[in-house]
């Protein structure tokens, strides 16, 4: 069983941009998608977006030319990167992973808290 530990998170102002890590400890990052998801106190968990294990990525729209998703192979680490950011990106961040193969996330990290004030 592996381990995916988010950190990054934080409070930022409005038009500040953060990154958030994701280790994946036991899911390689070339061989597992991987998703980013937000919620939102009193809101429905939203995907943010998703690499694929050949690093293809993909995003919602509300956030496509503001965040950008890397990866460090070696490392084995996901990469958020969060710019120009608003009070209505404020949520909690997962990390999860899948199987490629299958189209649910079946793994997924405690999360980190992304305050954006105005």
């Known amino acids: 069983q592996g381990q995916l530990v988010e950190s990054g998170g934080g409070s930022v102002q409005a038009g500040g941009s953060l990154r958030l890590s994701c280790a994946a400890s036991?899911?390689?990052?070339?061989?597992?998608?991987f998703g980013w998801f937000r919620q939102a106190a009193g809101k429905e968990r939203e995907r943010v977006g998703g690499?694929?294990?050949?690093?293809?990525?993909h995003f919602a729209t509300s956030v496509k030319d503001r965040f950008s998703i890397s990866r460090d192979n070696t490392k084995n680490i996901l990469y958020l990167q969060m710019n120009s950011l608003t009070p209505e990106d404020t949520a909690m961040y997962y990390c999860?992973?899948?199987?490629?193969?299958?189209?649910?996330?079946?793994?997924w990290g405690e999360g980190t808290q992304v305050t954006v004030s105005s």
């Open positions: 690499i694929n294990a050949n690093g293809e990525t």
């Open positions: 999860a992973a899948r199987r490629c193969s299958s189209g649910e996330y079946h793994y």
């Open positions: 036991g899911y390689p990052l070339r061989t597992y998608c």
